[in-house]
Nanobody, 127 residues
Framework: QVQLVESGGGLVQAGASLRLSCAAS????????MGWFRQAPGKERGFVAA????????SYADSVKGRFTISRDNDKITVYLQMNSLKPEDTAIYYC????????????????????WGQGTQVTVSS
């Protein structure tokens, strides 16, 4: 069983930055991928970014490309989401998720492929 704990959400103004963290309880993530998803009120949970743990290869949703950066810390078994130039439309609950390794980018972006989820952290961006 893998436990994921997110932190770092908050209320900021448009243009500001936030960094989300997701700490995992597993001993090793070498054969895993981890992702960030978000869910705004009245909308489905959608893909934001993901990273393959062993290779470090990354995928981003078009809406965040160039503004958000996903990264990992092997020693801390933690994945981060650095969010810059935040916009009001980034307001959502952000969820960290983990899944078995996949080399298929479409699979990496598919919410249903993730087996483990954190509790979510609220990000609110005011205009």
């Amino acid at each position: 069983q893998v436990q994921l704990v997110e932190s770092g959400g908050g209320l900021v103004q448009a243009g500001a930055s936030l960094r989300l963290s997701c700490a995992a309880s597993a001993r090793t993530f070498s054969s895993w991928a981890m992702g960030w998803f978000r869910q705004a009120p009245g909308k489905e949970r959608g893909f934001v970014a993901a990273i393959r743990w062993s290779s470090g290869s990354i995928s981003y949703a078009d809406s965040v490309k160039g503004r958000f950066t996903i990264s990992r810390d092997n020693d801390k078994i933690t994945v981060y989401l650095q969010m810059n130039s935040l916009k009001p439309e980034d307001t959502a609950i952000y969820y960290c998720a983990a899944r078995g390794m996949t080399y298929n980018d479409s699979e990496l972006r598919r919410r249903g492929g993730y087996s483990y989820w954190g509790q979510g952290t609220q990000v609110t961006v005011s205009s």
